[in-house]
């Protein structure tokens, strides 16, 4: 596609669920990063893939956030047992590789947990 | 590990003023600096970036910014603002693990820029 997708636009679950986030990055972009906004705050990376593998998963916050990629291209982030505070918009940035500085970035999915 | 600073989380000019929104950061690594806006209900664009080579950097819109080493500072300007320019504004840094850049990138915590008639 032209640029980077991200479904559902908005997710709204109750505490205690399982959510999954999908991202597709630009078609033939190599890297891809999910970053999390919580309000007022700014941006906070949460993984990076290059290709299939996932060399810096340093971001994710606990072990009920995981995030997958198939075919090097959609990306999935589940959060699993959803809290309160996990309610943010997250968003997903594609680069070509992850020598190339630009990233490009999707609109976001904003998740409520009630 | 890098880090940014936005100074001013709300910034609000008056139409055909100049807007400076100020950016700090700190990075054990020569920075690769970045700004991008973000308008309501929207993803984030990349407005410019400085890498390597002139350190005024001209981007999209009429803003740009000047990467200055000794000042740790990459803040951007416009000369006139106009009513379209009101949206967020995010300074970043990229990451640079074992030398190899890769794409993790470190925020700001957003300027909102509020542009009145």
């Known amino acids: 596609g032209a640029g980077v997708s991200q479904s559902p636009s908005n997710k709204v679950t109750e505490k205690g669920k399982d959510v999954e986030l999908r991202c597709d990055p630009i078609s033939g972009h190599t890297a891809l990063y999910w970053y999390r906004q919580r309000l007022g705050q700014g941006l906070e990376f949460l993984i990076y893939f290059q290709g299939n593998s996932a060399p810096d998963k340093s971001g994710l916050p606990s072990d009920r956030f995981s995030a997958e990629r198939t075919g090097e291209s959609v990306s999935t982030l589940t959060i699993q047992r959803t809290q309160q505070e996990d309610s943010a918009v997250y968003l997903c940035?594609?680069?070509?590789?992850?020598?190339?500085?630009?990233?490009?970035f999707g609109p976001g999915t904003r998740l409520t947990v009630l | 590990a890098q880090s940014v600073t936005q100074l001013g989380s709300h910034v609000s000019v008056s139409e055909g003023a100049l807007v400076l929104l100020r950016c700090n950061y700190s990075?054990?690594?020569?920075?690769?600096l970045f700004w991008y806006v973000q308008y309501p209900n929207q993803g984030l664009q990349l407005l410019l970036k400085?890498?390597?080579?002139?350190?005024l950097v001209k981007g999209i819109n009429g803003f740009e910014a000047e990467f200055k080493k000794s000042e740790t500072s990459f803040h951007l300007t416009k000369p006139s603002a106009h009513m379209s320019d009101a949206a967020e504004y995010f300074c970043?840094?990229?990451?640079?693990?074992?030398?190899?850049?890769?794409?993790?990138?470190?925020f700001g915590q957003g300027t909102i820029l509020t542009v009145h008639p």
């Open positions: 940035a594609s680069s070509l590789d992850s020598r190339v500085v630009e990233q490009f």
């Open positions: 970043a840094v990229l990451g640079n693990a074992g030398g190899t850049s890769y794409g993790k990138l470190t």
């Open positions: 990075s054990s690594v020569p920075p690769y």
């Open positions: 400085y890498t390597t080579g002139a350190t």
